[in-house]
């Protein structure tokens, strides 16, 4: 371990060193000593990069990626700058795909339609557990929510684990009774940590910044159905429009009886203008921000209890995309001219990456 107070100046010295490797250029992608996907950025644009030299001690792995892992630099007036691979979160190939062509008017999905979507299993106490909030795959080890998911519920509930390829939420079998190959059961993992928004408050109505990431303490494993969502990373996808598009919303949450469905359904909603919702909402002094979205309002179509943390996607081509996270909505599921409102996943993409390759 390399003490902090000792090699602060020689660190830094690394970062400033005009030593040029490769020719990378500003942003380029590049591929890290550790084979991990990379972006070509000045070190001060470089969380990863940042947060070792802002640690207590530099262990002899971050030393090395300190030093081996410049990709160029970048002539802006008369001082090149060096520039440092920095690692991204990237994409899995096969993300957003499924082997299928709070819900309320939605329809049940097909086994594996939804590969991405979980549940959260909440331990209520020493021999019971209860699932009350949806979650999405972003990758091997991550998982997506609601910040309230993990802040709202009874301070005795404890996070217990995740679990995919789950079809029907009120069956205690694991697996799907109308099939039987072993893959199509359920899949639980352990819960390693999670890591509520900065920024979120939970005393706020508005819900802004309602986002949670968690960790499993064991790899997921993918098939057929557990696949990864596709985040937006691209600027094409970021920059689409939401006003009038379609997107999905899927969940376990209640129906028009008013009770939990158990069974996974999911309903097509489409985008209205934030202005949309601050009418809706004005009563209780809610003013959506630009990290909000606002979607659904048609009678009967909307996300209830028991969906919050789940995801609202879009379809380009064969390829589906995160876009939002279940936050609030209206008292009375399903009704008209009160749309739900959504985390906006693009505009969280630099915190989604500081913290999974933290």
């Given at each position: 371990?390399?003490?902090?107070?000792?090699?602060?100046?020689?660190?830094?010295?690394?970062?400033?060193?005009?030593?040029?490797?490769?020719?990378?250029?500003?942003?380029?992608?590049?591929?890290?000593?550790?084979?991990?996907?990379?972006?070509?950025?000045?070190?001060?644009?470089?969380?990863?990069?940042?947060?070792?030299?802002?640690?207590?001690?530099?262990?002899?792995?971050?030393?090395?990626?300190?030093?081996?892992?410049?990709?160029?630099?970048?002539?802006?007036?008369?001082?090149?700058?060096?520039?440092?691979?920095?690692?991204?979160?990237?994409?899995?190939?096969?993300?957003?795909?499924?082997?299928?062509?709070?819900?309320?008017?939605?329809?049940?999905?097909?086994?594996?339609?939804?590969?991405?979507?979980?549940?959260?299993?909440?331990?209520?106490?020493?021999?019971?557990?209860?699932?009350?909030?949806?979650?999405?795959?972003?990758?091997?080890?991550?998982?997506?929510?609601?910040?309230?998911?993990?802040?709202?519920?009874?301070?005795?509930?404890?996070?217990?684990?995740?679990?995919?390829?789950?079809?029907?939420?009120?069956?205690?079998?694991?697996?799907?009774?109308?099939?039987?190959?072993?893959?199509?059961?359920?899949?639980?993992?352990?819960?390693?940590?999670?890591?509520?928004?900065?920024?979120?408050?939970?005393?706020?109505?508005?819900?802004?910044?309602?986002?949670?990431?968690?960790?499993?303490?064991?790899?997921?494993?993918?098939?057929?159905?557990?696949?990864?969502?596709?985040?937006?990373?691209?600027?094409?996808?970021?920059?689409?429009?939401i006003d009038g598009e379609p997107f999905t919303v899927t969940g376990w949450g209640q129906t028009e009886q008013d009770n939990s469905s158990g069974i996974q359904r999911h309903v097509e909603v489409f985008g209205k203008n934030n202005s949309v919702c601050d009418k809706a909402f004005a009563p209780l002094g809610i003013t959506?921000?630009?990290?909000?979205?606002?979607?659904?309002?048609?009678?009967?179509?909307?996300?209830?209890?028991?969906?919050?943390?789940?995801?609202?996607?879009?379809?380009?081509?064969?390829?589906?995309?995160?876009?939002?996270?279940?936050?609030?909505?209206?008292?009375?599921?399903?009704?008209?001219?009160?749309?739900?409102?959504?985390?906006?996943?693009?505009?969280?993409?630099?915190?989604?990456?500081?913290?999974?390759?933290?």
């Open positions: 371990m390399m003490k902090w107070s000792s090699f602060r100046l020689l660190g830094l010295a690394v970062l400033v060193a005009i030593v040029c490797v490769t020719s990378g250029e500003l942003n380029e992608t590049c591929t890290t000593t550790t084979m991990q996907v990379g972006r070509c950025v000045l070190p001060v644009n470089c969380q990863y990069a940042l947060n070792i030299l802002r640690s207590n001690y530099i262990s002899d792995e971050e030393w090395y990626y300190l030093h081996n892992n410049q990709c160029g630099t970048f002539h802006d007036g008369k001082i090149p700058k060096p520039l440092i691979c920095c690692p991204v979160v990237s994409n899995a190939p096969s993300c957003g795909v499924s082997v299928g062509n709070r819900i309320f008017g939605g329809e049940e999905t097909a086994f594996g339609e939804i590969p991405w979507a979980g549940l959260i299993r909440y331990k209520v106490s020493k021999n019971r557990f209860a699932a009350k909030c949806g979650c999405t795959l972003l990758n091997s080890r991550w998982v997506l929510t609601a910040a309230h998911c993990i802040t709202s519920v009874p301070s005795s509930w404890k996070l217990h684990r995740v679990v995919f390829s789950e079809w029907n939420a009120n069956k205690r079998a694991p697996c799907n009774p109308a099939v039987i190959e072993t893959n199509q059961c359920r899949k639980e993992y352990s819960i390693e940590e999670h890591i509520i928004h900065p920024m979120f408050d939970s005393s706020s109505l508005s819900m802004r910044h309602d986002l949670a990431l968690i960790k499993t303490e064991t790899e997921v494993q993918f098939d057929e159905y557990v696949i990864p969502i596709c985040l937006p990373f691209s600027k094409r996808i970021r920059e689409l429009p959506l921000s630009e990290d909000q979205i606002c979607v659904g309002g048609e009678r009967g179509k909307d996300s209830c209890r028991g969906d919050s943390g789940s995801s609202l996607t879009r379809q380009e081509g064969l390829v589906n995309y995160l876009v939002g996270v279940v936050s609030l909505g209206a008292q009375k599921c399903g009704t008209k001219d009160h749309p739900g409102v959504y985390t906006k996943v693009a505009n969280y993409l630099d915190w989604l990456e500081d913290v999974m390759i933290s």
